[in-house]
T-cell receptor, first 114, second 113 residues
Framework: DGGITQSPKYLFRKEGQNVTLSCEQN?????MYWYRQDPGQGLRLIYY???????QKGDIAEGYSVSREKKESFPLTVTSAQKNPTAFYLC?????????????FGSGTQLSVL | GNSVTQMEGPVTLSEEAFLTINCTYT??????LFWYVQYPGEGLQLLLK?????DKGSNKGFEATYRKETTSFHLEKGSVQVSDSAVYFC????????????FGGGTRVLVKP
């Protein structure tokens, strides 16, 4: 079945540590996105990539980094510079030219600080 | 900039009650409007959409009408079920903003049997 797989489901970060969240899709979508979800708030865009080897900052990119070496994969690294990393992280993909009319989301990763 | 405002939750209803979730938006262009639903522990799923004024999106008994004059896209369902318990997000996509989605804060709905 086609879809988006995020792993791990739960992740714990120690102070000063970098952690990487995985996102893999087999939908053959060109565009991929990372969102952060905090309780009672809407989703906020961290980074997005419209094509392999290219990505752009979203609204809250500070303290995060990404790579897009393969079409299927868009990992997100939460660096030690992100002082408030506890949140639910959602990866999504879409086909460009659709006006982002249908984003496909993964099931998310809950990141917590120890 | 673009923004989406939703009514705050949680909204608690009894089964078979009528559900309305208000959503208003601000956009620089002519946006497409969406409702996404998030069931517990899952990612978001597209529930319905409308791409121009007066369009009505519908799916699974839910409806929303694109009202340009009031910049609104309220979600309604005539008779909710326990399985409708979820968080509902209103969103817009604006070509003037590069087609990126702007989400509202989400409204948690709890349906009790």
């Amino acid at each position: 079945d086609g879809g988006i797989t995020q792993s791990p489901k739960y992740l714990f970060r120690k102070e000063g540590q970098n952690v990487t969240l995985s996102c893999e899709q087999n939908l053959n979508h060109d565009a991929m996105y990372w969102y952060r979800q905090d309780p009672g708030q809407g989703l906020r865009l961290i980074y997005y990539s419209q094509i392999v080897n290219d990505f752009q900052k979203g609204d809250i990119a500070e303290g995060y980094s990404v790579s897009r070496e393969k079409k299927e994969s868009f990992p997100l690294t939460v660096t030690s510079a992100q002082k408030n990393p506890t949140a639910f992280y959602l990866c999504a993909s879409s086909t460009p030219g659709t006006g982002n009319e249908k984003l496909f989301f993964g099931s998310g990763t809950q990141l917590s600080v120890l | 900039g673009n923004s989406v405002t939703q009514m705050e939750g949680p909204v608690t209803l009894s089964e078979e009650a009528f559900l309305t979730i208000n959503c208003t938006y601000t956009a620089t262009g002519y946006p497409s409007l969406f409702w996404y639903v998030q069931y517990p522990g899952e990612g978001l799923q597209l529930l319905l959409k409308a791409t121009k004024a007066d369009d009505k999106g519908s799916n699974k008994g839910f409806e929303a009408t694109y009202r340009k004059e009031t910049t609104s896209f309220h979600l309604e369902k005539g008779s909710v079920q326990v399985s409708d318990s979820a968080v509902y997000f209103c969103a817009l996509s604006d070509r003037a903003a590069g087609n990126k989605l702007t989400f509202g804060g989400g409204t948690r709905v709890l349906v009790k049997p």
